[in-house]
């Protein structure tokens, strides 16, 4: 049985693969994990490792179970006598031989969506998928070689990561692309017509971050037929995580208690309706499947954006933490979750997440009174009122720091914001890394609603080893240790 203890106070780093130095999963991995190591950090955060569709979003992937292919370090020569791959291809063959043809076939139908592949294709007729893939044998055996390469690197990775105390953390999108292997082979499972398209498609409803909502364009699953086999499908989707992860956080929870269902024909999110959903069922039937070898459920709900009691009362009845985020802890409302003083021990913490801008971009794209808010909220000097600003910096505790000589008020509300996170009750506190190294807005991960200059961003290892910085990593060990978050191996 697992022995994941989410009442331990513990702390990470939001870090996409991507975004090392070299963008896959080769040496710089292992230098990684030993550097959050060495500063205290006990679990690294991820985001979805599938293959991006159109586009670089990990949240939108040609299917549920593989690995993205541009995550391989180097591939090698197919050895189709490697036991361990013959093993793997056995294991894995309820998604991976769906995986494989889909991707063959693509390619054949010069990169077509599915749905406008030719009928006896499109359907799936027996017949033919059976000539297709005796016909593209070398093809798809490439293709289950190179899963089973990421597959067999990243066991080697959670090994190491393991040895070091730190737990990995994932990301599992709750929808997934129309265009996907999993759609594809399983079409009974989605909200389709006759002829395959969708009839509904997932999104968030208007609200004060859009006038429009987000129109997301997912399927929507059947849920019917799912309660059929007793969401076999989920069961081996979540399965599949946690032989990759220690811990996962599930995107989007509050679509497992209702779900924004807007019409297929609409462009943007405006006029949808909720529809309620058996997450209940679904969470119970998970908690059923893996209770042999968990001794609590290692989830965490993304809760937010505008959550219902229904919803948090589905995600404490399964245990499971939410999250907060302090850039949204600035508003006038006293019951605001995401203000430190209301974050309680089952949630997770962060200065910002993948699609916030990073803490120090944040601030300074701020106008002057939100920025002298900020600044007061958080015991800092007005942003207006150099000689207190100066004061401020030269009775800082780690004055003595080099850095702090150029130091400007962005850098102060990122060191504060950061210490609130760390000192927070959450028993998990996550940093992104353009945080813990005080990045402006060229380091942004991404940009929700736009599809340009988003997911590409990747650090050097000077940043983190030249002196100015390798203060603030070397920080983040005495950080650890004064909020009582460096777990001991």
């Given at each position: 049985?697992?022995?994941?203890?989410?009442?331990?106070?513990?702390?990470?780093?939001?870090?996409?693969?991507?975004?090392?130095?070299?963008?896959?999963?080769?040496?710089?991995?292992?230098?990684?994990?030993?550097?959050?190591?060495?500063?205290?950090?006990?679990?690294?955060?991820?985001?979805?490792?599938?293959?991006?569709?159109?586009?670089?979003?990990?949240?939108?992937?040609?299917?549920?179970?593989?690995?993205?292919?541009?995550?391989?370090?180097?591939?090698?020569?197919?050895?189709?006598?490697?036991?361990?791959?013959?093993?793997?291809?056995?294991?894995?063959?309820?998604?991976?031989?769906?995986?494989?043809?889909?991707?063959?076939?693509?390619?054949?139908?010069?990169?077509?969506?599915?749905?406008?592949?030719?009928?006896?294709?499109?359907?799936?007729?027996?017949?033919?998928?059976?000539?297709?893939?005796?016909?593209?044998?070398?093809?798809?055996?490439?293709?289950?070689?190179?899963?089973y390469q990421l597959h067999k690197r990243w066991h080697e990775i959670r090994?190491?990561?393991?040895?070091?105390?730190?737990?990995?953390?994932?990301?599992?999108?709750?929808?997934?692309?129309?265009?996907?292997?999993?759609?594809?082979?399983?079409?009974?499972?989605?909200?389709?017509?006759?002829?395959?398209?969708?009839?509904?498609?997932?999104?968030?409803?208007?609200?004060?971050?859009?006038?429009?909502?987000?129109?997301?364009?997912?399927?929507?699953?059947?849920?019917?037929?799912?309660?059929?086999?007793?969401?076999?499908?989920?069961?081996?989707?979540?399965?599949?995580?946690?032989?990759?992860?220690?811990?996962?956080?599930?995107?989007?929870?509050?679509?497992?208690?209702?779900?924004?269902?807007?019409?297929?024909?609409?462009?943007?999110?405006?006029?949808?309706?909720?529809?309620?959903?058996?997450?209940?069922?679904?969470?119970?039937?998970?908690?059923?499947?893996?209770?042999?070898?968990?001794?609590?459920?290692?989830?965490?709900?993304?809760?937010?954006?505008?959550?219902?009691?229904?919803?948090?009362?589905?995600?404490?009845?399964?245990?499971?933490?939410?999250?907060?985020?302090?850039?949204?802890?600035?508003?006038?409302?006293?019951?605001?979750?995401?203000?430190?003083?209301?974050?309680?021990?089952?949630?997770?913490?962060?200065?910002?997440?993948?699609?916030?801008?990073?803490?120090?971009?944040?601030?300074?794209?701020?106008?002057?009174?939100?920025?002298?808010?900020?600044?007061?909220?958080?015991?800092?000097?007005?942003?207006?009122?150099?000689?207190?600003?100066?004061?401020?910096?030269?009775?800082?505790?780690?004055?003595?720091?080099?850095?702090?000589?150029?130091?400007?008020?962005?850098?102060?509300?990122?060191?504060?914001?950061?210490?609130?996170?760390?000192?927070?009750?959450?028993?998990?506190?996550?940093?992104?890394?353009?945080?813990?190294?005080?990045?402006?807005?060229?380091?942004?991960?991404?940009?929700?609603?736009?599809?340009?200059?988003?997911?590409?961003?990747?650090?050097?290892?000077?940043?983190i080893e030249h002196q100015h910085d390798s203060s603030r990593m070397k920080?983040?060990?005495?950080?650890?240790?004064?909020?009582?978050?460096?777990?001991?191996?």
């Amino acid at each position: 049985m697992s022995s994941l203890n989410l009442q331990k106070r513990r702390a990470g780093i939001l870090l996409h693969p991507t975004s090392l130095p070299s963008g896959v999963l080769g040496d710089d991995v292992d230098r990684w994990l030993q550097m959050m190591s060495e500063t205290g950090f006990s679990v690294w955060q991820v985001l979805p490792l599938g293959e991006p569709q159109a586009g670089l979003s990990p949240y939108q992937c040609s299917s549920a179970f593989a690995f993205n292919p541009a995550l391989l370090p180097k591939n090698s020569a197919v050895d189709e006598c490697d036991n361990d791959y013959i093993d793997f291809c056995n294991k894995q063959q309820f998604w991976l031989d769906d995986y494989a043809l889909f991707k063959v076939l693509k390619k054949r139908f010069d990169d077509a969506a599915w749905i406008d592949w030719p009928a006896q294709w499109k359907f799936r007729e027996a017949q033919v998928l059976q000539q297709s893939t005796a016909e593209n044998e070398q093809a798809i055996a490439e293709l289950k070689w190179q899963q089973y390469q990421l597959h067999k690197r990243w066991h080697e990775i959670r090994n190491k990561a393991a040895d070091l105390g730190i737990l990995l953390f994932g990301d599992m999108p709750i929808f997934i692309g129309h265009d996907s292997a999993d759609v594809w082979a399983h079409p009974e499972l989605f909200l389709l017509d006759s002829n395959g398209s969708m009839e509904l498609v997932s999104g968030v409803p208007p609200d004060y971050f859009s006038e429009t909502g987000q129109r997301w364009g997912n399927p929507h699953y059947n849920w019917e037929n799912m309660r059929k086999d007793d969401f076999a499908w989920w069961k081996s989707r979540i399965h599949h995580h946690l032989q990759q992860f220690d811990l996962v956080r599930i995107d989007h929870f509050r679509g497992l208690e209702a779900a924004w269902m807007i019409d297929a024909s609409c462009d943007t999110a405006v006029d949808g309706q909720w529809q309620k959903i058996p997450g209940d069922e679904l969470l119970s039937a998970i908690k059923s499947s893996i209770e042999k070898c968990y001794n609590q459920l290692p989830f965490v709900a993304e809760d937010l954006g505008i959550i219902t009691a229904e919803v948090t009362a589905l995600r404490k009845k399964y245990q499971l933490p939410g999250m907060s985020i302090l850039q949204f802890g600035f508003d006038e409302f006293e019951d605001n979750p995401h203000k430190p003083q209301n974050i309680k021990e089952d949630t997770v913490v962060y200065t910002g997440t993948h699609d916030n801008d990073t803490t120090k971009g944040w601030f300074n794209s701020l106008e002057e009174h939100v920025k002298n808010h900020v600044l007061s909220v958080l015991n800092l000097p007005l942003a207006d009122n150099e000689d207190e600003s100066l004061e401020a910096i030269d009775m800082a505790p780690d004055r003595s720091d080099c850095w702090f000589d150029n130091v400007d008020m962005a850098d102060l509300v990122v060191e504060r914001l950061v210490d609130n996170a760390m000192h927070s009750r959450a028993n998990i506190c996550i940093i992104p890394i353009q945080d813990c190294l005080h990045l402006g807005s060229d380091a942004r991960m991404n940009t929700p609603g736009t599809i340009i200059g988003n997911w590409q961003w990747q650090f050097q290892w000077e940043q983190i080893e030249h002196q100015h910085d390798s203060s603030r990593m070397k920080k983040m060990r005495m950080r650890n240790e004064n909020s009582q978050r460096l777990v001991e191996l």
